[in-house]
């Protein structure tokens, strides 16, 4: 396993649509797979998609940790082949969210409360889940990666948006309806 280097926002591989996998199984997707798990727990995230790792390919890992776990519990590292996420209801709200490949910064972004997602896992077994919360937030931010989207690219109001220490030093609410 190799720690591979992530692509900055500005990088042309995060704009493009990522490809379909073919083949989970083949050597080059499960090199993939164990170099992102390498990489996504030394940059200390909760989310890696492929094209975060010039890898221009329909997959992303993500996990739950306790300490960010609503309702349903923390989730394992799960690798998401092909996937799909659709909204259940039409419920948004405002969250903050930051990206590795947009090192120390944050900001609100609206996304679906609940989602429904599918695709393939690890071992090419079909996957159908409903997720919630800071789960649900963390998929879509992932397979909007898929689709060369950024997570600035979804904010509605600039004044949420900042570098992680000015924030930290000086806490900005979040206003209670979704700009």
Do not use: N, S
């Given at each position: 396993?190799?720690?591979?280097?992530i692509a900055r926002m500005g990088h042309?591989?995060?704009?493009?649509?990522?490809?379909?996998?073919?083949?989970?199984?083949?050597?080059?997707?499960r090199r993939l797979l164990a170099d992102m798990v390498a990489t996504l727990k030394d940059a200390g995230g909760v989310g890696l998609a492929a094209p975060q790792v010039f890898a221009g390919v329909r997959l992303f890992i993500f996990y739950v940790p306790e300490a960010r776990a609503e309702g349903g519990g923390a989730m394992p590292l799960t690798a998401v082949f092909n996937p799909v996420?659709?909204?259940?209801?039409?419920?948004i709200e405002l969250g903050w969210e930051g990206c590795l490949s947009?090192?120390?910064?944050?900001?609100?972004?609206?996304?679906y409360r609940q989602v429904r997602l599918r695709?393939?896992?690890v071992e090419g077994e079909a996957m159908d889940v409903v997720l919630e919360g800071f789960a649900a937030r963390v998929v879509q931010h992932e397979a909007d990666h898929l689709d060369g989207v950024m997570y600035p690219m979804r904010m509605r109001d600039f004044r949420y948006f900042g570098f992680n220490e000015e924030m930290d030093r000086n806490p900005v609410p979040l206003p209670e309806?979704?700009?």
């Open positions: 396993m190799a720690i591979l280097k042309p591989v995060l704009l493009d649509r990522a490809a379909e996998i073919e083949d989970v199984g083949a050597p080059e997707v996420v659709t909204p259940l209801d039409e419920a947009i090192p120390g910064l944050r900001a609100a972004v609206p996304r695709g393939l896992g309806e979704v700009l």
